[in-house]
């Protein structure tokens, strides 16, 4: 299929599908080629990411935005649940009418010829290759506010992920267009915070906790988190206890007291309220549709899903 020539200003989203997904080294997603473009980033875990003849690293922050006719492959490593975010999508609503998400399939057969929407930035070439960034926790709320509207599909939840979609992608694009970026120096002590509260995050930790172990001031340390991230220090630490608990839940025998205490929640209620706020389903649906692998209600088993480059996931 011939690409569609286009500027960044032209961007005009369509979303076919958005979903927080996890992977682990027992359930991989292997040499797989996608017919539309695809969007992911890296919540938590760690691994590597193969797309075409590449691979790179994958860790928290890390996003990834490729285009279709790729083969690419996750490899989460050895013991470790890789939990991200996906969105399917093209750059144009010229093929608005495919609203089903449409699977990708194996490397082996994958058929060139149904390629949906290739494009051809000729003002931004970088948007024409694959793409691998870090430090992109500043995008994690929007993802979280697309695979919220697409859990929930309120009134107008896809005209509103495509307006999301759109304003990360201009971001991204003034990101790669060489725009001023903050003070590396201020980028490597947000990070030293940001590691420092996914470590103890399990851990009653206030922003006054925080604060002493750094020697600044809570509301400077929450400045910079909100300048990197888009949220703020105490959303940051809800985040990676909840990502903690997406794991935990994956376990049917853990009772939700236990997953909310170990994953640093007090209370159970307010595990629950703060799961729902930004997950966009309760704990209990979230554990219904992801158990591990060998359960009876795990993802492969409910869907029919395969691995190792067999017919997959419509969404990763």
């Known amino acids: 299929m011939m690409q569609d020539k286009m500027n960044v200003a032209d961007i005009r989203p369509f ?51 490729w285009p279709p006719g790729l083969t690419y492959s996750y490899l989460p490593e050895t013991r470790q649940t890789l939990h991200l975010y996906g969105v399917n999508f093209d750059y144009t609503d010229r093929f608005r009418h495919l609203k089903r998400p449409i699977a990708p399939d194996p490397a082996a057969v994958f058929q060139a010829d149904r390629l949906i929407g290739p494009v051809c930035f000729t003002d931004l070439g970088a948007l024409n290759q694959p793409l691998v960034l870090e430090r992109m926790q500043a995008a994690e709320s929007s993802l979280i506010a697309m695979n919220r509207e697409w859990t929930e599909q309120r009134l107008y939840f896809a005209e509103k992920t495509h307006a999301l979609l759109r304003l990360l992608l201009i971001d991204l694009a003034r990101r790669l267009s060489g725009a001023p970026q903050p003070d590396d120096r201020l980028v490597q002590r947000t990070d030293a915070i940001l590691a420092y509260v996914r470590q103890h995050c399990r851990q009653p930790l206030s922003n006054g906790d925080i604060g002493r172990a750094f020697n600044f001031h809570p509301a400077y340390i929450s400045r910079l988190v909100r300048r990197q991230t888009g949220l703020s220090l105490h959303q940051y630490l809800i985040r990676c206890r909840i990502n903690i608990a997406l794991n935990l839940l994956q376990s049917p025998g853990v009772r939700l007291g236990v997953v909310a205490a170990q994953a640093g929640f007090s209370d159970l209620n307010y595990f629950s309220r703060c799961f729902r706020q930004v997950v966009g389903v309760s704990p209990n649906h979230y554990r219904s549709q992801h158990t591990k692998p060998g359960q009876a209600s795990s993802p492969a088993a409910k869907s029919g899903k395969q691995v190792n480059g067999s017919p997959g996931s419509i969404s990763k």
């Open 15 to 65: 979303v076919r599908y958005v979903h927080a997904f996890t992977l682990s080294d027992a359930v991989r997603f292997v040499n797989v080629c996608a017919y539309d473009h695809r969007l992911v980033y890296v919540a938590a875990g760690c691994g590597q990411m193969t797309i075409g003849s590449q691979t790179w690293p994958l860790s928290p922050g890390t996003l990834l935005l």
